[in-house]
């Protein structure tokens, strides 16, 4: 069963920091991994989708990366603002017993402080 | 694009009543649609995956005769929260598939908030 951890769990950073969240699964025979973001009592939006065959997506101050074999991902978001602060999410589909499915993390919540 | 929209955005009922929920694919056709819960602080669970003029496909755990799914048309989904119970209160999120090549991406619904008295 793929499971998907994320570290930290929690995360304070001052305006304008680097930072990098990590995600983390344990069945590699994935299809694609995609990185969320969702605001308190609010749905996902999503930021990068990473195909299995691609090693990073970019999209301007985001910048996620995936190393498939060793079932691990990360998101860098460059010059953090306090609009960032929210949760994020981690989603990979598929795994030898998960078909189709998306599996997520628990998520990594984040405060930028101005 | 590929905007779903969830109604309604929350709701409040008491124990024993059944309650709706639409999940609608805004501009694109979804022959696949999915619903999820969250608890707080939690990640999201699948609960199900609903197809257009078939049956669901529940998750392991998951009532199929308390969470009843229909997917009626292609725009259109509904998860119905049979005699909810205060344990059943949590957010519902719908997603939706385009079923266009190369597009293997979900896109969200806002959430429905389901409070249980």
């Known amino acids: 069963k793929q499971e998907v951890t994320q570290i930290p769990a929690a995360l304070s950073v001052p305006e304008g920091e680097n930072l990098v969240l990590n995600c983390s699964f344990t069945d590699s025979a994935i299809y694609n991994l995609q990185w969320f973001r969702q605001d308190p009592g609010k749905g996902l939006t999503s930021l990068l989708l990473?195909?299995?065959?691609?090693r990073e997506q970019t999209s301007g101050r985001l910048n996620a990366s995936l190393d498939k074999s060793s079932g691990r991902s990360t998101l860098y978001i460059a010059a953090s603002q306090p609009g960032d602060s929210a949760t994020y999410l981690c989603?990979?589909?598929?795994?030898?017993?998960?078909?189709?499915?998306?599996?997520f993390g628990e998520g990594t919540q984040l405060t930028v402080n101005p | 694009g590929a905007v779903v929209s969830q109604h309604p955005s929350w709701v409040i009922c008491k124990s024993g009543t059944s309650v709706k929920i639409e999940c609608r694919s805004l501009?694109?056709?979804?022959?696949?649609m999915f619903w999820y819960r969250q608890f707080p602080k939690q990640s999201l669970m699948l609960m199900a995956t609903?197809?257009?003029?078939?049956?669901?496909?529940?998750e392991q755990g998951v009532e199929k005769d308390k969470f009843l799914i229909n997917h009626a048309s292609l725009t259109l989904s509904t998860l119905t929260v049979t005699s909810a119970h205060p344990e059943d209160s949590s957010f519902y999120i719908c997603?939706?598939?385009?079923?266009?090549?190369?597009?293997?991406?979900?896109?969200f619904g806002p959430g429905t908030r389901l409070t249980v008295l």
């Open positions: 989603a990979v589909k598929g795994g030898e017993t998960s078909g189709s499915r998306l599996t």
């Open positions: 609903s197809n257009e003029g078939s049956k669901a496909t529940y």
């Open positions: 501009d694109f056709q979804a022959t696949t």
């Open positions: 990473i195909q299995s065959s691609q």
């Open positions: 997603s939706a598939r385009p079923p266009l090549a190369g597009v293997d991406e979900q896109f």
